[in-house]
């Protein structure tokens, strides 16, 4: 099943944890979402301007409760927090209550699904709405067939040298780059915080696994009849636990076109650091060699994760990887996406 | 969860299909789990000496119901045939009724899970005794972290240029072989029929895909005190909708040796008759290369399928292999292991 969320008006719910490491999720959805956002559900932070918790982020309000953002008219209470083992904190659970009391529809992404919670879930039946985990993709048994390259939309997947290194990012990035050239562009989300973002999408992750390249293969014929679209890729094909899912969407989109995403300086698997990454020339060829039994896919350019580095060493990495893989290489947050979208229009003839 | 089936007394169900190719489920049981085997249940072909349908098997008796098998003790019926669309054929439900009622236990590997026919459930619970789906794995939630190149067993995988050609039955007999010359070997089953053989194992490509590779890293720690494991591998590395399973099992097995499975003759994919097979040696290469950053592992030999060939055909495909390859290349069946497990030993130094 491929989600398909129709709200509009989003209260983002933190609940004192806003500008903390694990409210990221709220952070995505206030970057790329925010006509969107009516405002954040946080009673630790209510009222304090939002530019004193985060950084780049436009104005929002942040409410105490449900009862002081409804006269805002939200639609749903979307669990804006990505906590380490995935469970709902315990002072989430009134905000919760109170908006399925209202009818409002709950949005999440936690391990813990939701609608399972048997009083959520009698709430939002007494109360005619929805919870909507979209970790769960409920049933899909499509075995993949390398349908996705008999479509006429162009496929560009994000692959990455490690996990956390930008590839949601950098296809979120590079839609939106598109989509100001003209381009019809989709974004195709594959996990929980794409989902919450584009408003449609399957988790593959969470999908058996004979059928997760089926899953990739449903998400690439939904957006058919677009010109473009950009595929929030998973994982990482030489990490053993992720490896899986990565391979099955690479089979499973059949990327006419793939953007290598890499965060310099990190040598060591960031979830399994006893094993060193290995380098990034490397891991372009065995992308390109993996996929071409079913597609000829091509790694066209290198998407650098730069944060946190000063702009002299941001630009002696970019340098160097452009050396190394006679790729064009930026970084789509410092840089922006243009020589990304060339080297991809060029590639595809668009 | 990893499935242990402790009945030693077995009734294989058939009814109707015996010797036809959906029988295969049944055929395999008596082929490596003879002595565990009471009779078959299959009133179509009651009281016809087993020879008359099956080649290659040694004497064991039909019966036309559970009724008239009760004297030799059964513990448990199991359903042996896989059919198309995996749903349980009519003619079968009686056969199950009446074991449940008597108390035998029931295992399958169908897709549909007979423990959620409510008829069957309340049978199994009111006789005091179970179903087994072996097909269902229960809940995973092991996110591999190539935990298994630490155990002290050498891991053998048996990889493919296809689905279909021999990785169960070749790790089988690679296993049986071992154990002749004295090793402590074990096989690990990571499908139906392969449990079913066994007793033991997870259906891993209906284990959610992040926890996949997981799974197969559990069962390896399952056998971790064993000389060598000799794992049943699945799908193929180039098949979009299979490649996911097969990379989930590179990585989370850790294999230090894989034997390259291939069916002489076959140039298109078996399910997917639209691709070519890229040669043996090109597959060779694209497994050791994505084995290599989790943990290095050779292709130390090639098993060959050549049932329905002539003996001189056979020889021919055998020998080109082995010049294309240079590796010891046999057909497990028709020329026995020792080849085989030569080139393992060696490598291993076992």
């Given at each position: 099943?491929?989600?398909?969320?129709?709200?509009?008006?989003?209260?983002?719910?933190?609940?004192?944890l806003?500008?903390m490491?694990?409210?990221?999720?709220?952070?995505?959805?206030?970057?790329?979402?925010?006509?969107?956002v009516?405002?954040?559900?946080d009673?630790?932070?209510?009222?304090?301007?939002?530019?004193?918790?985060l950084?780049?982020?436009?104005?929002?309000?942040i409410?105490?409760?449900?009862?002081?953002?409804?006269?805002h008219?939200p639609?749903?209470?979307?669990?804006?927090?990505?906590p380490?083992?995935?469970a709902?904190?315990?002072?989430?659970?009134?905000?919760l209550?109170?908006?399925?009391?209202?009818?409002?529809?709950?949005?999440?992404?936690?391990?813990?699904?939701?609608?399972?919670?048997?009083?959520?879930?009698?709430?939002?039946?007494r109360?005619?709405?929805?919870?909507?985990?979209?970790?769960?993709?409920g049933?899909i048994?499509?075995?993949?067939?390398?349908?996705?390259?008999?479509?006429?939309v162009?496929?560009?997947?994000t692959?990455?040298?490690?996990?956390?290194?930008?590839?949601?990012?950098?296809?979120?990035?590079?839609?939106?780059?598109?989509l100001?050239?003209?381009?019809?562009?989709?974004?195709?989300?594959?996990?929980?915080t794409?989902i919450?973002?584009?408003?449609?999408g399957?988790?593959?992750?969470?999908?058996?696994?004979?059928?997760?390249a089926?899953?990739?293969?449903?998400?690439?014929?939904?957006?058919?009849?677009?010109?473009?679209c950009?595929?929030e890729?998973?994982?990482?094909?030489?990490?053993?636990?992720y490896?899986?899912?990565?391979?099955?969407?690479?089979?499973?989109?059949c990327?006419?076109?793939m953007i290598?995403?890499?965060?310099?300086g990190?040598?060591?698997?960031?979830?399994?650091?006893?094993?060193?990454?290995?380098p990034?020339t490397?891991q372009?060829?065995i992308?390109?060699?993996?996929?071409?039994?079913?597609?000829?896919?091509?790694?066209?350019?290198?998407?650098?994760?730069t944060?946190?580095?000063?702009?002299d060493?941001?630009?002696?990495?970019?340098?160097?990887?452009?050396?190394?893989?006679?790729l064009?290489?930026?970084?789509p947050?410092?840089?922006?996406?243009?020589?990304?979208?060339?080297?991809i229009?060029?590639?595809?003839?668009?």
């Amino acid at each position: 099943m491929i989600y398909d969320l129709p709200y509009r008006r989003l209260l983002l719910l933190t609940e004192g944890l806003l500008g903390m490491f694990s409210s990221k999720t709220a952070v995505c959805l206030l970057r790329y979402r925010r006509p969107h956002v009516v405002g954040i559900l946080d009673s630790q932070n209510a009222g304090k301007p939002i530019k004193s918790l985060l950084q780049d982020v436009s104005d929002v309000p942040i409410f105490a409760g449900v009862p002081d953002a409804l006269p805002h008219k939200p639609d749903a209470v979307l669990v804006g927090i990505a906590p380490v083992g995935g469970a709902l904190p315990q002072p989430m659970r009134q905000h919760l209550i109170d908006a399925l009391s209202k009818g409002l529809a709950v949005i999440s992404g936690l391990h813990t699904l939701l609608g399972e919670d048997p009083e959520l879930a009698e709430l939002a039946e007494r109360n005619n709405t929805r919870i909507h985990d979209v970790r769960d993709p409920g049933p899909i048994h499509r075995i993949a067939q390398g349908l996705a390259r008999k479509t006429r939309v162009k496929r560009v997947l994000t692959v990455g040298t490690d996990c956390g290194v930008g590839k949601m990012v950098t296809a979120l990035e590079l839609q939106r780059a598109a989509l100001k050239l003209g381009l019809d562009a989709a974004f195709v989300a594959t996990g929980q915080t794409g989902i919450m973002i584009e408003g449609w999408g399957i988790a593959v992750d969470h999908v058996l696994s004979d059928f997760t390249a089926g899953a990739a293969e449903l998400l690439v014929e939904h957006v058919a009849d677009r010109q473009i679209c950009f595929v929030e890729g998973q994982g990482s094909i030489e990490h053993p636990g992720y490896s899986g899912v990565t391979l099955s969407l690479l089979h499973g989109t059949c990327p006419d076109a793939m953007i290598m995403c890499h965060r310099p300086g990190r040598n060591l698997h960031s979830e399994w650091p006893e094993c060193p990454i290995a380098p990034i020339t490397q891991q372009i060829d065995i992308h390109e060699r993996i996929v071409a039994p079913v597609h000829p896919g091509k790694v066209v350019a290198v998407a650098l994760h730069t944060a946190g580095m000063t702009p002299d060493a941001a630009d002696r990495s970019i340098k160097s990887i452009a050396d190394q893989t006679n790729l064009p290489t930026a970084d789509p947050i410092r840089n922006g996406c243009d020589s990304l979208i060339e080297a991809i229009r060029r590639h595809l003839d668009l």
